[in-house]
């Protein structure tokens, strides 16, 4: 058995990836491809398009929020949902307009960061 310890806290997004106020706390496990992180959306926020080379998988732990693929329909997502998204799929997901919203987020690859996602997009 092995106990990781923690080792900083938590940081606030960069402006250029997302929208609103976003914290996401050091890497929580990785292997040479892969991240887990522990991510924190304030009401409204969300981050800009962007797709991994290898997918990722969010997995909400509190909250409600959306979420969308390029072309597809937006989505309410809430605590106990996982999120899978293929390889290279252009996505961006975020909080409900009234809610905080925290997930889990594992992440294949490095992440390619695209445009902001308007309001539009964010209303639907």
């Given at each position: 058995m092995e106990v990781a310890r923690k080792t900083g806290h938590a940081a606030k997004g960069p402006a250029d990836r997302f929208t609103g106020d976003v914290w996401m706390w050091p890497r929580i496990g990785a292997t040479e491809h892969t991240e887990v992180r522990v991510v924190l959306f304030t009401p409204g926020a969300r981050s800009a398009w962007h797709r991994h080379p290898g997918g990722q998988v969010l997995h909400v732990t509190e909250g409600a929020g959306l979420v969308q693929s390029r072309g597809g329909v937006r989505e309410e997502i809430r605590a106990g949902d996982t999120v899978t998204t293929a390889p290279g799929e252009w996505h961006w997901h975020?909080?409900?307009?009234?809610?905080?919203?925290?997930?889990?987020?594992?992440?294949?690859?490095?992440?390619?960061?695209?445009?902001?996602?308007?309001?539009?997009?964010y209303r639907g």
């Open positions: 975020g909080a409900a307009a009234g809610a905080f919203m925290v997930h889990l987020a594992v992440t294949d690859g490095t992440t390619e960061w695209a445009g902001e996602v308007t309001d539009d997009e």
